[in-house]
């Protein structure tokens, strides 16, 4: 009896489950099979369905493509960069909004707004502060100007100025959430282990060091990884900064390689593409073992 109300039971959860594994079979497993075939045939007519031969070539062919590496380092540069400075700072905003008493959710309705803004607006508005035009150089030039320093072109000037605005912007779009996510953590912590702390006559210092980084360490660890996959996929925001052509600009990143190699100015190389896709996969799989490796010594969970 007990084996068929089991049987009954493990029937009707996986029918449950079936909706959802058609979904991600259709839409999740089916795509990555065959961006992975496309990747290995050589020679691939997208018209006429064909291809002339199976090997590594697209990935050879990918690796030595100088935008494609110039692609890799802005992607890279732009997470080494963005990723621990916005956690960083989140942190920062999100313990003196949790030491406020009063207007505490007005500030944090201030600091959230820029994420349900839609990012290619910010992108213009970022564009048009740092952008040097005929009848003016620009709100952050005009500021460099009054404290003695020279204007900068940061939209269509040297590669450290591109990038400095692009990991600004970023910082920007990505930190709301993180706050949120950071206040709501800090919001959590039992509050006994700091009234015991205090009582022992623990430093506040310490308190954040040894109570509050490691029960809000899970939360941090969640953004972080996020916030790697979130920086691999850039491509809209540096179409917003620097217009569509970004290999022109020198900012193209790996997600805006493979958009190219399909529909760009270079459109038309599917086996392309889906090598690059492949390899991009690979890089954000890396990354996030890694960090799961680190996680098990560092993150502490209660």
């Given at each position: 009896?007990?084996?068929?109300?089991?049987?009954?039971?493990?029937?009707?959860?996986?029918?449950?489950?079936?909706?959802?594994?058609?979904f991600?079979?259709?839409?999740?497993?089916?795509?990555?099979?065959?961006?992975?075939?496309?990747?290995?045939?050589?020679?691939?007519?997208?018209?006429?369905?064909?291809y002339?031969?199976?090997?590594?070539?697209?990935y050879?062919?990918?690796?030595h493509?100088?935008?494609?590496?110039?692609?890799?380092?802005?992607t890279?540069?732009?997470?080494?960069?963005?990723?621990?400075?916005?956690?960083?700072?989140?942190?920062?905003?999100?313990?003196?909004?949790?030491?406020?008493?009063?207007?505490?959710?007005?500030?944090?309705?201030?600091?959230?707004?820029?994420?349900?803004?839609?990012?290619?607006?910010?992108?213009?508005?970022?564009?048009?502060?740092?952008?040097?035009?005929?009848?003016?150089?620009?709100?952050?030039?005009?500021?460099?100007?009054?404290?003695?320093?020279?204007?900068?072109?940061?939209?269509?000037?040297?590669?450290?100025?591109?990038?400095?605005?692009?990991?600004?912007?970023?910082?920007?779009?990505?930190?709301?959430?993180?706050?949120?996510?950071?206040?709501?953590?800090?919001?959590?912590?039992?509050?006994?282990?700091?009234?015991?702390?205090?009582?022992?006559?623990?430093?506040?210092?310490?308190?954040?060091?040894?109570?509050?980084?490691?029960?809000?360490?899970?939360?941090?660890?969640?953004?972080?990884?996020?916030?790697?996959?979130?920086?691999?996929?850039a491509?809209?925001?540096?179409?917003?900064?620097?217009?569509?052509?970004?290999?022109?600009?020198?900012?193209?990143?790996?997600?805006?390689?493979?958009?190219?190699?399909?529909?760009?100015?270079?459109?038309?190389?599917?086996?392309?593409?889906?090598?690059?896709?492949?390899?991009?996969?690979?890089?954000?799989?890396?990354?996030?073992c890694?960090?799961?490796?680190?996680?098990?010594?560092?993150?502490?969970?209660?």
């Open positions: 009896m007990r084996k068929r109300i089991f049987r009954d039971n493990g029937f009707k959860g996986w029918l449950y489950l079936l909706p959802a594994i058609l991600l079979g259709v839409f999740l497993v089916y795509p990555l099979i065959d961006v992975w075939i496309y990747s290995f045939e050589e020679g691939y007519n997208s018209a006429a369905q064909t002339y031969g199976i090997g590594p070539y697209n050879s062919y990918v690796l493509d100088p935008y494609f590496l110039q692609a890799v380092k802005n890279f540069v732009l997470v080494v960069i963005t990723v621990p400075l916005s956690t960083g700072i989140a942190l920062l905003i999100s313990l003196g909004l949790n030491s406020i008493g009063t207007l505490k959710g007005l500030f944090q309705t201030i600091y959230f707004l820029p994420y349900v803004t839609n990012t290619l607006a910010i992108g213009l508005v970022f564009m048009i502060l740092f952008k040097k035009t005929a009848y003016s150089d620009g709100m952050i030039n005009l500021l460099i100007h009054w404290f003695g320093g020279n204007s900068v072109d940061f939209i269509e000037g040297p590669y450290w100025a591109k990038m400095f605005v692009l990991c600004v912007y970023t910082i920007w779009v990505v930190m709301p959430f993180k706050i949120l996510i950071l206040t709501s953590a800090l919001a959590s912590v039992n509050q006994e282990y700091y009234n015991a702390a205090r009582v022992d006559g623990t430093s506040s210092f310490r308190i954040f060091i040894r109570i509050t980084l490691p029960m809000i360490s899970p939360m941090i660890f969640y953004l972080v990884i996020t916030g790697f996959i979130g920086a691999f996929k491509y809209s925001d540096v179409v917003a900064l620097f217009g569509t052509n970004l290999n022109a600009a020198g900012m193209n990143t790996m997600v805006g390689y493979i958009y190219d190699m399909l529909y760009g100015d270079s459109g038309g190389y599917p086996s392309y593409a889906s090598a690059s896709a492949i390899l991009l996969f690979v890089i954000v799989l890396t990354v996030t890694i960090n799961l490796l680190i996680s098990k010594r560092k993150i502490h969970y209660y």
